[in-house]
């Protein structure tokens, strides 16, 4: 069966200018190394990168209504400086097809300013409608805006569309800065939102939405046996560890952090274990998870939350992930631990880095994991007497400990967020990259 046609939108946010393209697969590229076949997802972010290394694209993939479907977002990273493709949950793919485009492509030669505009897509292509909306009244917080924007363009209901947002750090013009789906899924480690901040301030996709019969027309029956029957069963099976209540990637931390060999590196890679890897233990995720949720689609729900008290959501609360990968880069590369040998000490630890450190970090905007094992980099440079006091904020000059210390690793989280930030977390803004191309002694710890 030929393939649909593969609608892109064509953004130049410096012009206020789109149009509609219309590739076809096979007919699509001239170089005959190329398969063109099936674009869709990476392929067609690649694809449209070769075209425009400076674009930025927005892609779902060629199977919707399927377990584990994710936006894919195709950029050049500002931290390597190669392709970087982040696949990110929430909403933003299955918005996508609603939208009926298979992907979003910023374009232009000029890049635009982030203090600008923020850009609402809706309706269903052919009949698209965008528009550029002022966004001076946008709360600098990642998260903060997106409860703004669910508000002003969604009246307050999540189902009704999807929600990219960026933080302060992408106004900083942080290379470490993300791009956040629904406030709570990230395009993380490659600078998705430093690259996204040359052409908008958030992007709100609000699509007809499409059931399965409409979307797949007289194959959705069979689409749907096959789904039902022979995948849907085995996403139970072998996705059940992932989504019971103590499963998650977190147990990660707690089978490589803890016993007589742990291979967890920790303190900065200084040592291997982690005094406080029962983080990820059962006994702990029991007594802190609140709920779960999942990419859309997806039956799984391997993404574990817990409510954490804040002063920009209705209800003055939000939800916040457990996965592995952040965890470990701020509590066992910084080697955060509980004052007390308890339940109740430990509880109480993970409640202070949440509101101390996490909840800051993501308002920031800034990946959580280059941000934490960065900080962890500063902290032995400062200890080991290799990054000067001048460069550091006056809060963190002359502390009898940084590794460690939750009280330093806070301080440093509020210097980040200032308009000029000191030298040595200007450099921390930009990754552990950065930081060490600025101390080149970092290099050999």
């Known amino acids: 069966m030929q393939q649909k046609p593969i609608r892109v939108l064509m953004l130049d946010p410096t012009a206020r200018r789109y149009w509609l393209r219309t590739l076809h697969a096979g007919q699509a590229g001239t170089d005959s190394r190329e398969d063109t076949t099936l674009l869709g997802g990476e392929t067609l972010c690649q694809f449209l990168l070769r075209e425009n290394s400076d674009a930025l694209i927005l892609a779902r993939g060629p199977l919707p209504f399927l377990a584990g ?31 009926g485009l298979d992907a979003i492509c910023f374009n232009g030669s000029t890049f635009a300013s982030i203090a600008g505009a923020y850009l609402v897509i809706s309706g269903c292509a052919p009949n698209l409608t965008v528009e550029w909306k002022s966004a001076a009244e946008l709360p600098s917080g990642q998260r903060s805006a997106y409860y703004a924007l669910l508000a002003a363009e969604l009246a307050g209901q999540p189902e009704r569309g999807s929600i990219l947002t960026l933080g302060q750090g992408a106004r900083l013009g942080y290379r470490t800065a993300n791009l956040a789906v629904e406030g709570l899924y990230h395009a993380g480690r490659g600078g998705a939102g430093h690259v996204l901040s040359r052409f908008a301030a958030a992007l709100v996709l609000r699509g007809i939405p499409l059931t399965l019969e409409q979307a797949l027309g007289p194959r959705a029956e069979a ?6 029957r022979e995948l849907r069963p085995l996403m139970d099976l072998y996705g059940e560890r992932l989504s019971c209540r103590d499963g998650g990637t977190v147990t990660k931390l707690h089978a490589t952090g803890s016993g007589k060999r742990p291979t967890l590196p920790a303190r900065n890679a200084q040592r291997l274990g982690y005094a406080f890897a029962d983080l990820g233990a059962s006994k702990m995720l029991l007594a802190s998870r609140t709920g779960q949720t999942g990419c859309h689609w997806c039956q799984v729900n391997c993404r574990h939350w817990h409510w954490v008290d804040v002063d920009y959501a209705p209800g003055g609360r939000d ?61 032995e440079g400062l200890e080991a007497g290799i990054i000067p006091s001048e460069d550091l904020p006056a809060g963190l000059r002359g502390l009898p400990a940084y590794l460690g210390n939750l009280e330093a690793a806070e301080r440093a989280v509020i210097a980040l967020s200032a308009d000029e930030p000191a030298p040595a977390l200007r450099a921390l803004g930009d990754g552990p990259q950065a930081l060490a191309k600025r101390y080149l002694a970092l290099r050999d710890r």
């Open 69 to 99: 479907n994710k936006l894919t977002v195709g950029y050049l990273s500002p931290l390597t400086g190669i392709p970087h493709y982040s696949f990110v949950g929430g909403r933003a793919a299955a918005e996508l097809l609603n939208l």
């Open 319 to 379: 939800r916040f992930l457990d996965d592995f990968e952040p965890t470990y880069a701020i509590f066992a590369m910084l080697d955060l631990r509980p004052d007390e040998d308890t339940l109740k000490g430990r509880l109480r630890l993970l409640e202070e880095v949440d509101r101390r450190l996490i909840v800051p970090l993501e308002q920031l905007g800034c990946d959580i994991i280059d941000m934490g094992v960065g900080l962890a980099a500063l902290f």
């Open 223 to 228: 689409f749907r046996e096959l789904r039902e």
